[in-house]
């Protein structure tokens, strides 16, 4: 079985400062990737990052890094110098290879407080 | 180009009635999903396609739920008699299914069942 995540239903953070946004999943496969999308009001989901779990080097894009703790099977998005144009729910997923059934956590909203 | 299409943007429907939701992918796009999202919840995936075939259909609700893609492109979801249980956001994505290939998102279908 694979499941995902998300401990916090809603996060707030001042304009101009930095958040974190946890993601946990299981999976017993060797092979998978994982994301982070974000869905403003519009309700477009914009992918944000993605990091494929063979590198250990953590995916970085732009204001928007991850930290991957494979062994603790955590994934969490950090947000750099958050903008207002940041608020929306934000979406943790995985993907196992071969399985092609990406499976999504519940969501976090994020405020940004300007 | 073009992204994912979906239509309609919004569906009100008694209950009872049957509804079809559109979802044109990206073109070349061999692989499909559908996801539902309810109010303020996380997305809960429905039915995968590869080409025509559902190798994963394990997420439609009850035998209400159908779909079908026709010529590796067009896919149509059909609820039946609809509930008002099935009122949500319907999500089509389509991805070109080359290894880690992100999926692209239309903007859903907001279905009211009154």
């Known amino acids: 079985a694979q499941t995902v995540t998300q401990s916090q239903p809603e996060m707030s953070v001042q304009e101009a400062e930095t958040v974190t946004l946890s993601c946990t999943y299981d999976?017993?496969?060797?092979?998978?990737?994982l994301f982070w999308y974000k869905q403003p009001p519009s309700r477009q989901m914009i992918l944000v990052i993605r990091q494929e779990a063979y590198k250990q080097q953590n995916a970085t894009e732009n204001r928007f890094s991850v930290n991957f703790q494979k062994a603790a099977k955590s994934f969490s998005l950090k947000i750099s110098d958050s903008q207002l144009g940041d608020a929306a729910m934000y979406f943790c997923?995985?993907?196992?290879?071969?399985?092609?059934?990406?499976?999504f956590g519940q969501g976090t909203r994020l405020t940004i407080n300007p | 180009g073009a992204g994912v299409s979906q239509s309609p943007s919004n569906k009100v429907t008694e209950k009872g009635k049957d509804v079809e939701l559109r979802c044109d992918p990206i073109s070349g796009h061999t692989a499909l999903y559908w996801y539902r999202q309810s109010l303020g919840q996380g997305l809960e995936f429905l039915i995968y396609f590869q080409g025509n075939s559902a190798p994963d259909k394990s997420g439609l609700p009850s035998d209400r739920f159908s779909a079908e893609r026709t010529g590796g492109s067009v896919s149509t979801l059909t609820i039946q008699r609809t509930q008002q249980e099935d009122s949500a956001v319907y999500l089509c994505?389509?991805?070109?299914?080359?290894?880690?290939?992100?999926?692209?998102f239309g903007n859903g279908t907001r279905l009211t069942v009154t």
């Open positions: 994505a389509s991805s070109p299914t080359r290894r880690n290939s992100p999926l692209h």
């Open positions: 997923g995985g993907l196992i290879q071969g399985a092609q059934k990406l499976v």
């Open positions: 999976t017993s496969e060797s092979d998978y990737y």
